[in-house]
T-cell receptor
Framework: GAGVSQSPSNKVTEKGKDVELRCDPI?????LYWYRQSLGQGLEFLIY????????KSGLPSDRFSAERTGGSVSTLTIQRTQQEDSAVYLC???????????FGSGTRLTVV | AQSVSQHNHHVILSEAASLELGCNYS??????LFWYVQYPGQHLQLLLK??????LVKGIKGFEAEFIKSKFSFNLRKPSVQWSDTAEYFC?????????????FGPGTRLSVLP
């Protein structure tokens, strides 16, 4: 597609369950980023993939969070044993090169009840 | 659907020049408005945000933005730029009456400040 696609757009889950969030970047974009935005806060960096390099995981808030990027394209962000503080909008962005302008997806709103 | 436009793709200024980056959005309801910056080699960080109250918002590093509801605008300003302001700037909007939905970013503006 023409833009960055994220699914699902909304996810409500029970505390303690695992969730998977998907990001389909723009074809050919080598850089992919995950951010999250909690209520009343700005964007929080989570993880960054660039080509075949090892990802920058420095923003992941705990070991319950992990992400993969298969074949240099689609990425999945997994949150295990979700907690209420994980409730946020999770945003994915891609860019053709590192430090190029981003294109953002519309986000996945995660609500942990 | 909501959309965000930024007037300039690339702005080039000399140090000490004044800066204004335009941002316009399309949404008729209550909005939350943000400006983010990405410095070379770094990740996005929040410059400033508007949720309600005084429409003139002051952020970090001497930046400010003014929300003009009648113009659907949220322009970013700085009276005197520095070389270190070279970065990419993103305007973003989400619907305030359903926080977290329809979070939309503008395409970004690249600012180059010449020493």
């Amino acid at each position: 597609g023409a833009g960055v696609s994220q699914s699902p757009s909304n996810k409500v889950t029970e505390k303690g369950k695992d969730v998977e969030l998907r990001c389909d970047p723009i074809s050919g974009h080598t850089a992919l980023y995950w951010y999250r935005q909690s209520l009343g806060q700005g964007l929080e960096f989570l993880i960054y993939f660039q080509g075949n390099s090892a990802p920058d995981k420095s923003g992941l808030p705990s070991d319950r969070f992990s992400a993969e990027r298969t074949g240099g394209s689609v990425s999945t962000l997994t949150i295990q044993r979700t907690q209420q503080e994980d409730s946020a909008v999770y945003l994915c962005a891609s860019s053709p090169l590192a430090n190029s302008l981003y294109t953002f997806g519309s986000g996945t709103r995660l609500t942990v009840v | 659907a909501q959309s965000v436009s930024q007037h300039n793709h690339h702005v080039i200024l000399s140090e000490a020049a004044s800066l204004e980056l335009g941002c316009n959005y399309s949404y008729g309801g209550t909005v939350n408005l943000f400006w983010y910056v990405q410095y070379p080699g770094q990740h996005l960080q929040l410059l400033l945000k508007y949720f309600s109250g005084d429409p003139l918002v002051k952020g970090i590093k001497g930046f400010e933005a003014e929300f003009i509801k009648s113009k659907f605008s949220f322009n970013l300003r700085k009276p005197s730029v520095q070389w270190s302001d070279t970065a990419e700037y993103f305007c973003a909007v989400n619907a305030g009456d359903n926080y977290g939905q329809n979070f939309v970013f503008g395409p970004g503006t690249r600012l180059s400040v010449l020493p």
